[in-house]
């Protein structure tokens, strides 16, 4: 009987979470035997994905969506300013309403979005070199890597 299975793909350095097919023997086979390191990879990348992609908390409790569609919006509004398409303010939806963004707020707002993704990626990383090196064998160990907060 076969059951899904999300996986990550990595194509030209961009990771794609995916739906697999395997079969009952392989899962409970993965269930009884201690994680691959391609499974950790794996795991990690998910891991980063999911942190990535569910939001930021900013001052004042504002909540920002930092998926790659509102990180691809935020920048873009940012560019508009900066370039001087934008004079004033927009209105920015936050996972917590409506915002009338200025250029000020705006570039407050890409910042946090921009370091947020990057910390996820470092701790990636981080936790990528640490499983190539035998210190993560376990996904606990991915869980407890000092992941961004949301």
Do not use: C
């Not at 979470?17 to 409970?28: F, G, Q």
């Not at 707020?105 to 990636?124: K, N, P």
């Amino acid at each position: 009987m076969a059951t899904l299975r999300k996986a990550v793909v990595t194509k030209a350095g961009i990771s794609y979470v995916t739906m697999t097919d395997i079969e009952e023997s392989d899962r409970l086979a993965e269930t009884n035997a201690p994680p691959t390191k391609d499974q950790l990879l794996a795991r990690a990348a998910a891991k980063r994905w999911d942190v990535e992609t569910s939001g930021i908390t900013l001052p004042g409790e504002v909540r920002v969506p930092t998926d790659p569609v509102a990180q691809t919006k935020i920048a873009t509004a940012k560019t508009a300013y900066d370039n001087g398409t934008l004079k004033d303010p927009i209105a920015f939806k936050a996972l917590t309403g409506w915002l009338m963004a200025d250029a000020v707020m705006l570039t407050a707002v890409y910042a946090a979005v921009v370091s947020h993704v990057e910390q996820g990626y470092a701790t990636e990383k981080a936790v990528a070199d640490a499983i190539n090196a035998g210190a993560i064998t376990d996904y606990a160990g991915i869980e407890a890597a000092g992941w961004p907060k949301n």
